[in-house]
């Protein structure tokens, strides 16, 4: 084998553990994210746009928010729609801020490759 296929194995290994990585990281920060979300929506949802009259903190960020069949008092204050659409926005948010911090991280090893590639 030569010194340039053994050099290419080598790095391509080292990507595979920065994906790895990466994952790991991502998925620990959007587990983080996701706890914050379910505590403000917690504090700031439940109660403004449904009543649920069993609700369990930190998992009322879980739907259905408003149960059906014998829970009286159940119900929704805004439209469900709506409901469903400030929890996407939540959600939404909460997987993409985690993203951030790995893409910034990700362009700046690719410039810094790319400047290496180039002789500078």
């Known amino acids: 084998?030569?010194?340039c296929q053994l050099l290419l194995r080598r790095v391509v290994s080292r990507g595979r553990m920065r994906l790895l990585q990466s994952i790991f990281i991502y998925a620990l920060l959007a587990a983080m994210a996701l706890f914050a979300a379910a505590c403000v929506w917690e504090h700031r949802v439940t109660g403004?746009?449904?009543?649920?009259?069993?609700?369990?903190?930190?998992?009322?960020?879980i739907p259905p928010f408003v149960h059906s069949g014998g829970h009286t008092g159940d119900a929704y204050l805004v439209s469900k729609?709506?409901?469903?659409?400030?929890?996407y926005a939540y959600l939404g948010v909460s997987l993409a801020?985690?993203?951030?911090?790995?893409?910034?991280?990700?362009?700046?090893?690719?410039?810094?490759?790319r400047k290496q590639e180039n002789g500078g």
Do not use: E, K, N
């Not at 729609?81 to 929890?87: C, F, I, K």
């Not at 801020?97 to 490759?113: E, K, S, T």
């Open 1 to 3: 084998m030569t010194y």
């Open 48 to 61: 403004v746009l449904y009543r649920c009259t069993d609700s369990v903190p930190i998992l009322d960020f």
């Open 81 to 87: 729609a709506q409901v469903y659409h400030t929890w």
């Open 97 to 113: 801020v985690p993203a951030v911090p790995l893409l910034a991280l990700f362009g700046l090893h690719w410039f810094r490759w």
